[in-house]
């Protein structure tokens, strides 16, 4: 029986009696692991030479297949770059985007616009405050003093009040709209019936009893539509330059933009007798007058429909509404502002002294050239003046 019992040897064998073996291994350790267990001074182990060059040699493929495909990794994102920014790069126009032009072209024309008005105004109320009967041009002082300064001041306080209300689209037309129909009405309606509204018999009336000293504030009730009109053209060139262009300039346009763009931007007829020459003149340039403004309120509202707004790098912080106070002490404390407000003081008391002496000596030089005129005339005719 015993001869017939078959014993395998191999991987799968297993002894006869497994947990005494298991038993014997544990309590009988080996005379190896003996040996390494209480040995102090344990060699190390070693790998045969052939094995740690063959292991080398896979670690040199392996890092050199992961730096193939790094690099090739790398130059297919480079090419999809390239081939993205040469994709998404905005058609130019004489080496300008197509984005920017949109912007500097009606920018330009609302510029245009603006400084033709003014031209227009600024000769025009000169005309109307010196030369009308009962007035000089002494009276330009009381006009800069007692009108033009407290308008200006109470403009300020306006606009400040409305900036912290309205958007700034309705801010704009809130404050041009305003000139436009002022000039508008002036010109068809305020000036053909000047004789209606101006007191003129109340006037000389107080004139000959206060004497010649209250001529300069006489003047101005005199022909109140005129200074009026003085007074609003001295703020179109002061509100609509100085404040409503150049904000929105700066709201639709990038630094960039700016510094490249920004330098870029500074009717007779034979009529019949009694036909009065300046009232028709008055009307033809303040038809141009409102058609510009008209024009510059278009081309505001085409930018804000049409055009986008640059994305701001940076996040604004929320600035504090302040006060008119405030805002005064805030541009007192800043040298730089106290310096320009010293220029501009300047050059206002030079250019009334310069102006009110030059304009007072051409009306009388104007006098004079229609004196000898009208004796020419009369010369010609064969009468004596």
């Known amino acids: 029986m015993e001869s017939a019992q078959v014993k395998t040897r191999g991987i799968l064998s297993l002894p006869a009696k497994p947990i005494e073996a298991r038993r014997t291994l544990l309590l009988q350790p080996s005379h190896a692991l003996k040996q390494r267990i209480f040995t102090r001074h344990l060699p190390p182990l070693s790998i045969s030479s052939n094995l740690h060059s063959k292991f080398q040699s896979f670690h040199k493929i392996l890092i050199s297949n992961k730096e193939r495909n790094i690099s090739f990794i790398c130059k297919a994102e480079a090419a999809a ?3 993205d920014s040469t994709a998404l790069t905005p058609p130019k126009v004489f080496g300008v985007e197509i984005t920017t032009l949109k912007k500097i072209v009606p920018l330009g024309l609302m510029f ?7 031209t227009i105004l600024r000769d025009t109320k000169d005309v109307l405050v010196v030369t009308v009967k009962g007035s000089s041009a002494e009276i330009i002082p009381f006009l800069k003093t007692w009108v033009n300064l407290p308008m200006a001041i109470d403009f300020m ?3 400040t009040k409305l900036s912290n209300v309205l958007s700034k689209k309705a801010l704009f037309y809130t404050v041009i709209v305003p000139f436009i129909a002022y000039f508008g009405a002036f010109g068809f309606i305020m000036y053909p019936l000047n004789n209606l509204i101006h007191p003129e018999v109340l006037a000389d009336k107080l004139l000959a009893t206060l004497g010649p000293r209250f001529m300069g504030p006489l003047a101005i009730m005199r022909i109140w539509s005129f200074c009026l009109f003085y007074v609003m053209a001295e703020l179109w060139g002061s509100v609509v330059v100085s404040v409503l262009f150049w904000s929105f300039a700066n709201q639709i346009t990038t630094v960039d933009e700016a510094k490249k763009f920004y330098p870029l931007f500074g009717l007779e007829k034979n009529l019949g007798p009694g036909v009065d020459g300046w009232a028709v003149s008055l009307k033809a ?17 085409w930018v804000n429909r049409y055009v986008p707004r640059p994305i701001r790098s940076k996040k604004k912080k929320a600035k ?26 300047a050059y206002g008391i030079s250019i009334n002294l310069v102006e ?8 009388e030089g104007r006098r004079r050239i229609f004196i000898l005129s009208q004796e020419m005339n009369y010369l010609r005719l064969g009468k004596t003046f």
Do not use: H
């Open 356 to 363: 009110v002496t030059w304009k007072s000596k051409g009306r």
């Open 81 to 83: 770059g390239e081939g």
């Open 112 to 118: 245009f616009c603006i400084l033709f008005n003014y």
């Open 157 to 159: 306080l306006l606009y």
């Open 285 to 301: 340039m303040i038809s141009i007058v409102v058609g510009m403004g008209l024009a510059i309120c278009f081309l505001y509202w």
């Open 320 to 345: 504090p509404q302040m006060g008119t106070m405030e805002s005064l002490k805030f541009l007192v404390s800043s040298p730089y502002i106290r310096d320009l407000a010293t220029l501009v003081v």
